[in-house]
Every structure is written in C-alpha cells, then in structure tokens.
C-alpha cells in the first residue's frame, strides 16, 4: 500500500532547503578533542547530507540554501556540484557571514559529541525572496529541516518554501535535526516547529525531538500514537519516531504501525546515521517500496555511514546499499557495537 | 443567518491578546506637531482600545498582555481595571523595557500621522509562557492582532494562544492592524500573517493590509473576492475587507457579500475609526445580528470615536450607539469631512 | 587669580557636543505621574540646557549633535536656531532613530524623578565623521558632557572632539552628567569618563559622580581632595564637586578651595538646577571673574531654574540673574525647601 | 644607551593581555584552501604568541586572558601551563561563547591569508573586573594587542590593565596588530588605538596600521617621523615601524632612528613573522641590549618562525635563534623568498 504519491513528470525527484556546513571530523579518535591535532573537511548539515545521500542512490536533485563568501563556501559548492546535486538556488552572502562548523569529538563508537560554531552562519540568513518557486514547482519532494527554522530569515524561506510545495504538489518531508543551539528557548522551539510540521506529508525524529514539540502540552506522558494521531489530523501520512538502539517505528494514517529489521556494523561513530537512514528510507518511500522495505533500506544505508570517517562522503550508492544487505544476510558482517 | 457560533456557558466574552501601549495626543491640533506644545495620556494599541470599546458595550472582558515596570504601565493596568477589564493576565516586565508610545499629530482631520517609539516597548515581551491558557478556555472570543506578530517572543505568544483558542472552542478573529514599524522585511511580515490568518475565523483588515499579505504572491491584481476565498479554504468564516471611505465589504463562506450604510459625522481625527469599527461588528456578531446590523453598528461606534479628542476613553456604550444611529436617521447629525 | 585663560579672537564662545532630547514635563504636579494627564514639550538634555543658558546669558554658542529625522527632531532644531545657537553642526539621523524623551514626575518640590527613553535616540548615533573640525578650531570653550560617552558611535565622537578641542587650544569642561541608562556596567562607565576627564581643564559633577568614577580603586574613601588630586596630575585646573544642599566647593591646581554663598528659592522642582548652575558658572569663568562670584552667579541662575516649570525654557539671561541676586541681597526672597 | 628601564625586584618578566584562540594550519599548501583538506590545530592570538615566545627564550610569563569552556579552551589553557605560562588570570567563559578561530590558506610563500572566525569570540569577553591588578602589580613589562581593543568589555579591561600597569610602574608595549574583523568602523578603530598608544612605552606596528590610527588627521604623508614624534609627546620612548620587505626601523625620543641587518630564510609562510619579531625584539630589550641588537635577535627568531608549519608551536629557544644568527653568519643559510 503506498501512503504518499508523487506527482509524475517532474523533472527533479528531490530538493532540500537548509543547513549547508562544514564537518571538521578529528583524525586521531578514541580520545577526548583536547588531544586531537588534525582535522579532516567534509561538507555536512542534516539536509546537505540526506540531498547527497539522495543523489547516491540516483536521484535527480537540487539545493536552496546559502553559503559563505569565503573558501568554505566555495568548497562546499563545488562538492555539491561534483555530487551531481543542482545549485542554482545555492546563495553567496555578501553580508560578510561565515560558514557554520561542526568539530567533532569521537571518544568512543558510542560517545560522540559535536563542537558547533553557528554565530553569523551563512545558511540562516536565506531570504525567503531567494527561494526559487520555479525550482520548487519542478520537485516531487521537498525536504525541510528544523534547524533552517532556527532564526530569521531563514525560517521564513522555509515557510515559504512550504507554500511553494503546496501549491505545486510537491510532497513534504519534516526531518526534525533539532540542535539546541541558536534557539532562544524551547518554547519558540516548539511553537515553530509545530507550525512547520502541520503543513508535512513525512515527519522524521527521534522520540526526544517529537517530545520538544510536545513541550507547550498534549502528550504529557510521550505516547507514540498521541504523537502521531495528532499530525495526521493535519496533512501527515507518515509519521517515523525513532528509539535509538530500540529503532524506529512507522505510524501511519490507517493506524498501522511499522518496523524493520536492523543489521550488524562494524561502528567507528553515530554521526551521520539520521542522514543517511533519512536518505534510503525516502529513496525507497519514492521507489514506490513497501514502508518495511524502505525502513530496512534506511537502516543499511546507515550501517555503511556509521562504519566510515565522514558523513557525507560516505554516503552511499544503491548498490552499495544492497550489496551490504546481502553481506548481512550472509552473514558477513557481524560486528555491533 | 449566522456564520460564527459562540460556545454557550463560557464565564467570558472577549479576551484579546497583545498591543498596550500609550497615546500622547496633541491637545493644540490642526498645525504641525512641531508647533503642538502639550499632550494628554491616554491607554492605547489597537487590541486594548477594542478590548475597552466591548467592555464599554457590556461585555465580560479579559486582556493578555505585558507592561513596563513604570508609571506608564501601573497607568494602564488601573485604566483597564477601573474599565471593569480583567487584568489577572497583564504581566508587569522585570527587564527594564519601556511602555511603547503614540503621539498624534492632527494636522486636519484628514491629515492625522503618528509618532511611535516602539524600541524595547514591554508588550512584545509577551512569552508564549506567560499566557494563560485557562483564560482562553473560559472565553467565548479571541481577538489577536498584527503588531503583536511583529517579533519574539510576543510572536510565539500569539501562536500559542491561537493554539489554546482552537483546543477549547473559542472563536478567533485577527484584526490585522499592520504597522510598518518593528518588522524587518514585507516577506517575513506577510509569512507570519499568513500563518496566523490560517486559523482564525474571522478576519478584519483593509486592502492595503490584505495586500501586504499577498506580497509573495497570489492576487497580483488586489481581488477581494481572491483574497477572501483563500481564507475560506482555511478556518475562516467572515473576511471583512475596508475600503476607506468607500466602505467595508464583509465577504462570507456561502459566497456572499454584505455592505452596511455609512453615517455622517463631525470629525475630529481619524485615529481609533478601525478599533471602534471592530468592537461594534464583533460585538453585533456576538449578539446574534446579521452581519449589516452588526457592521452599521461598528460604522456608527466609529463615529462616535472619531468626533472625539481620544481612542480608547471615547468609546461608547451600547446605548450611546444607538442614540447616535438614532439621530443620525433623525437627520440631527449631518457634518461629514 | 585666573585658573584657565581662553584664546582671544576666536569667533564662537561656546560650543557643546552630546546629548539633544525633549522633556514632557508633567503639568499636573505634586503627585504621581499615574495621574499626571498633561504633558509640557521642552528641549531637553543637560548639554543642550547649558548652551540655551549660556546663549541666553549672551555668548555665541553652537552645538554639535544629533537629531531625529521627525517632528521632535524639528522642534530642537528650530528651538535652538530661535535661541540664536548655531545648528550648522547639528546633524540628522537618517536610520530611522528617535528622539530620547524624559517624563518627569513631580511628587513634590524634593522627590522628583525621571522616566527616560533613550532606545535607539539619535543623540548616540553622532559620528566621529559628523564631528566638524572648523567649528571646534573656532570655540574659546568646549563642553562634553557624560551622556554622549554612553555608546558608540557618539563616545568616539566626543573622544575625537576633545582632540580637535587640544589641538586649536580650546578650553574643554566636562560636565559630569551621569545617567544609568544605557551604560553596560559601573567598570565600563568609570573607564571611559575617566579617559576622557584627562584631557579636560575644568570638571564639574555630584560627590557621587565622582565616586563612580573611582569605582575601580584609588579613593576608598571618597576624599574630595584626593579626587581632585588625581585630576590635576593630568589636565585639569579647576575640579567642582558638588554636595547637595551644602554646596559645591571649587577645588584648584594651586591646592586652594573655593566656596560660594547660597540663595533662597521657591522651589518647584530639582531638575535643571545642574545645567543652570554650570551654565552660570564657566559664564562667570569666560568672564574673568573670581572662582567665588562665578560659583555665586551660577547658584543665582539655578534658583532660577528650579523656580520654574521647565529646564530649557526657563534658563535666565545675565540680567534676569543680577537681579535675582540683589532681590535676595535686599531680602525680597526668603522662601527655601 | 637604554630607552627604557624595567623595575628591578619583580617576580614575573612579562605578562600579555588580549587575544588566545585556535590556529587552523592547512596541512596541504602551496595551493587554496578549497582544496586543502586537512587542518591542524595550533594555539593563536598575537599576544598568546609572544608570550610563548618570551616563555622560550626564557623569561618568568603570565597571561590576562578568556577562553571558551570547551574542548579548544581546555587546550589553549593546557597547552600555554606546558610552556610554563601562568595561567592563574586566564578565565573561562560561561556565556557559551566560542573560541576565536583562523584558518590559514597558504597559496605561495608570500600569499597567504587567513579565514577568521570571531563572532562571539570568549575572548573579547573578558571583563575589568576579571583584570587581576596584583599579576600586573608583579610584572616588569605587560604587553596589550590592538585585536583585544576592538569590543567591550575587552576594551575597557585593556585600559583599566594600562591603568594598573602605570600604578605599578611597568613598561608597557602596544603590539598594534589590527585586523579589520569586529571593528564597526575606521574611526572607531583609530580612536582607541590613539587612545592606548598614548599610555605606551614601546609602539611596534606595520606603516599601514600607523596609517589606520592617523585615518582622522595628522599626517597625510604618513611620514615615519611625523609618527613617531606624535607618540613622544605621550608616553613612548621606542616606536618601531615594520616596512615589510624594507626592514623596520625604531625612532627614539632623542631623534635617533635604529636599523639592524636582515637574514635569509627558506620561507613556508608569512604568519607569526611579526609576533616572533616582537618576542625577540621585546627580549632583547629586557637584557639591555641595543635596540640595534634587539631587532637582529628579533629578525633571526621571525626567520626561524616563517621557516615552520606553524607560530606558536615554532617559537624558538634564546640558543636557537643564536645559532640561527651563527650560521646565516658563516653562510650556511642562504635561500630567500
């Protein structure tokens, strides 16, 4: 049974508004970052990772964001170029802004942590008078990502970006990436939030960021269905809330819940793995693929990402994907964490 | 035939959520405010002016909203109060903000301007924390208005109080009382009002203002009848749209539109016409009247306003707007500008 | 004796930099400002009151400032130019700023109090650039006053004034005028009034002006002599400390001190005693009268002052003061607080 | 002939004031830094610079400063005890501010730049109150940075520090070193660096930035001489110049000017020339060599520097540089840019 259906004919599958950034991922790990010396580029941010990931698997895809005026802007638009991924609505600010950073800390496979700069970052000062409705009207499926809601203008580019998708049937998917900073409290959090995903085909996030938005009331106890019959009294049909090592669990409009199975990974880091499970899972969703089958696709997608250096480097192709799933189901790879 | 429907039992009529501030106005009028020596106080800001003008007409009363720690705000708090208009969620400010500020200048009736100190004002202050949602449980309506959109975290006030309006029943009406002054740009003022304007059931504005919030797009040529039935596919109701002096058109869900008569008047300024206007429609609605009744009624409040030195300390009783309909069909007022 | 000598045939007299605002004096007084309901425009702002005094007492005068581009900013403007102040370096804010604003509130002639507004006031946005050299290189005295250090862009303009002030061998006083608002912390505000208070040749302000300046060590005690010890290691020639009701006391580089005799008053309210009596004194200074008969004119001007309703307006002329001082000398004046 | 003399007696030689941040040395140069992949980390800031210098060629150290409280903050703190640095006035921030960063590009030898991070930099928060009087009471020089001058309440410590430094009597030295980050405006720069350099002993600085502090007035010419005259009506007694590939050349306040021989190098890059030149210049000083001697030392130890990968790691021991000195001396070092 298919929940959500994508227009035909339009000449891109897939386009992402948000977050561009870099990673600067530590090379010595296993260690606190005090004693990391070097550092390894990459570019990342929640939707810049899932639009790469997108492109992997084949898709035909673009981005509306904005970067700095600087060599890290230009780094990062040229990795979305070679990538494949159209950035003709990717912005160069000449207001002097600088690209956000993210250093991480690898002290172990399970504890990972992120040293954000996001003071005067490029991609939060979007203007909704950049955002391109043409490039919108041409994509199945528009992906918004919470962080782009973070501040202004960036967040009202997103609302209009809504509109836009709205008005030309695009599908939409809300990946929640909620990052405690730049936010003032968790109220406006919550309030933004909720405005956002009222108007979303797809939410995705964990059951810690669905309990964010639930902080102004209505689900004081953090049920599952609560959450999701709420959405689906506004435009959701697929609402995914993931329990980390418990997994992620499909609720959908008829009621149905869904899981899926995981798979064994050899681990070196957590990072990366909402982005790339966000990937196969909407790539399989636009296959027409049953929920399970997208879930798993998700998952494996994930497996190879957690098991490499980087982010979105690491992002990998559709037959990479199956290749690891069937490795699993050979029993191949075994190592958890 | 009623297009809106109040929850019956509720303790309160009218709650409204937003703007309080402070009118100086020029006691020496027509000439320049250069040559204006001396000014008289009065309460001001549109949602507080119509939360007086219900009260003056009978109507149980509550006001949402935040003052200065100063004379200023103690001076408003006991003006509201001493108006009989519950106070119990008007929080004083604790940050050092100031009370905002109007002076008026009239340099003939017709050529009436304002003078506003807006920086660092108390109300916008407002946290979505600090509303109380057992209030709007108890009202019947809710009245937000657009200066109160202009900026966090009285933002996310309103959209929570829009929240807890919808959770409970109550009716919303938005007057949409755009001022330039505070929003950064016409594309984050129009998302907000937009957002807002999706839930809410009856909505007032002029043209100009409906205009604004079509600035990204929709109804390039200013159609009522477009701007009206997009509200329609939404929570909307009644879309009252001002002409000036050609009139208000009311435009309803069954594809109607109704118009009142005007009456005359010897006017004084312009200021307070809107405010007046509102308290009379809505309060006709609340009675019941078929939307002509109740507009002529708010035409005649108008009047009433605009014949006087002040906004908020000039709006009538019920029987003082009957008395001036009266007279006016009498023929015994017949000045118009 | 003389302590400072002013260069002879310069053209202007008096030039003063800072602050520029308006007063709303309450016209109902001697009770709360809740019920004060009228209110009295005047130009205001300490620097701006002594050049209408020192003009009124028939110096050439000008002022450098800053004013908003509106209504109040156009009074000022014009009140100044009546009063035969040259505005030729009095500048219009175009970003939109406001004119600062001070309610006062007269509870009796001995407890008054100010409700300041001074967000976002034009006064603070004078530039460095705006500064005009030529006019400075033309005034026998300048006048800073504590205000205009309170915020860039306008501290660094009157840092930049005091060195054109140094370089064309102008006389520079400082009148200490210190205003909580606006200022960050104590620490921030000791160390820009002490940067400038080095490059000044006469000091006037409160024995707790004075004190705040030490805030940051050197005078536990708050030692009069000790503060005026500290001044005359750098520019200094004359420190006046003012002590409330017991007077003020002239302190000079030769180790002497210098008091005057007092006069009676009606008093109606403190405000403006400060500027009158600054006013009044560097007159006497300019014209090479003793310490005590200046520190006696300027006493004379203030009674003046706290007589009337306003500040600005009420500033005498030099024969308005000779008089005042012989009616008390034949005991026409008796009445005191 | 000695310039300037240092208190006997004292327990620390030498404490800085002012910016600590990170340096992001590319790995891969000779190329943009688009294409640079990896980065390594090194402790940055101008005066955190020198004082590592001063540390290894010898002297007793301390440094006034803020970090972040994270895991860059911890290194910085870590990384200067190692190099026998007291750290007992370098305070953590709890604001969540960041550490400054700077990316360095190497395109060639003598093209190189650097990408800055300084949005809410920990360093620029260090407050008065947090300026330990009794470290500077201890110390025979203290050194500020104009980088430290460019934001409150930085700002306002480095001059209540000069005011502690003059109390106590130790020379200070003012290492210019602008960069145009953070600054609003060239007159506000100009401003307060004029406003330091006339408590200074020492004024080390490129003719460019002399230009910058003369923008208001002066010198058109930017004559060398004009310049130094200036600073030797105020406190200075030594006033370098830097003249890029010219060499550098000290005035003193007996008219005198002082150059010393250059030295070859086999240049990597151009950072941290100027901070290791100060270093040994400022060493050089303190044992009471000629100022014709000080700068040779300090040239030698900007040639061992600009040889590196990085600044302050490369900071060379008193041996190090005599023998650097030795060996360009018996031709053995011949290869210049």
């Given at each position: 049974m298919s929940y959500v259906s994508f227009a035909a004919g339009k000449p891109l599958d897939f386009v992402a508004v948000g977050r561009l950034c870099i990673d600067l991922n530590a090379n010595e790990i296993n260690r606190p970052m005090e004693e990391t010396m070097t550092f390894t580029k990459y570019v990342g941010g929640s939707p810049a990772n899932i639009t790469i990931g997108m492109s992997r698997l084949g898709l035909r895809t673009a981005f509306i964001g904005k970067v700095a005026d600087d060599q890290m802007g230009r780094f990062i638009t040229d990795y979305l170029e070679r990538n494949r991924i159209s950035t003709e609505n990717v912005v160069t600010d000449r207001t002097g802004a600088v690209t956000g950073l993210a250093f991480t800390e690898i002290k172990s496979p399970s504890e990972c942590s992120i040293l954000m700069y996001r003071d005067n970052a490029a991609d939060l000062l979007l203007s909704p008078l950049e955002v391109r409705e043409d490039l919108i009207a041409e994509a199945k499926l528009l992906l918004i990502s919470g962080t782009a809601l973070a501040k202004s203008p960036s967040r009202e580019a997103v609302f209009l970006a809504l509109d836009y998708a709205k008005k030309h049937g695009a599908v939409v998917a809300f990946d929640l990436d909620y990052r405690p900073y730049t936010w003032t409290s968790r109220e406006e959090t919550a309030v933004y939030y909720n405005l956002?995903?009222?108007k979303c085909d797809i939410l995705l996030g964990t059951r810690e960021e669905f309990d964010m938005m639930e902080a102004l009331g209505g689900n004081p106890g953090g049920d599952d269905r609560v959450t999701a019959a709420k959405w689906f009294d506004y435009a959701a049909k697929i609402v995914i809330i993931k329990h980390g090592k418990e997994g992620s669990i499909a609720y959908t409009r008829d009621g149905a819940?869904?899981?899926a199975k995981s798979f064994p990974a050899k681990v070196v880091k957590t990072f990366g793995a909402g982005d790339s499970y966000a990937a196969g899972f909407l790539y399989g969703v636009m296959q027409g693929w049953t929920l399970e089958k997208s879930?798993?696709?998700?998952?494996?997608?994930a497996c190879i990402v957690i098991s490499s250096h980087s982010c979105s480097d690491a992002m990998p192709t559709a037959e990479a994907v199956e290749d690891y799933i069937e490795r699993c189901n050979r029993g191949?790879?075994?190592?958890t964490v």
């Open positions: 956002a995903a009222e819940s869904h899981r879930m798993e696709f998700g998952s494996a997608a191949e790879i075994t190592a």
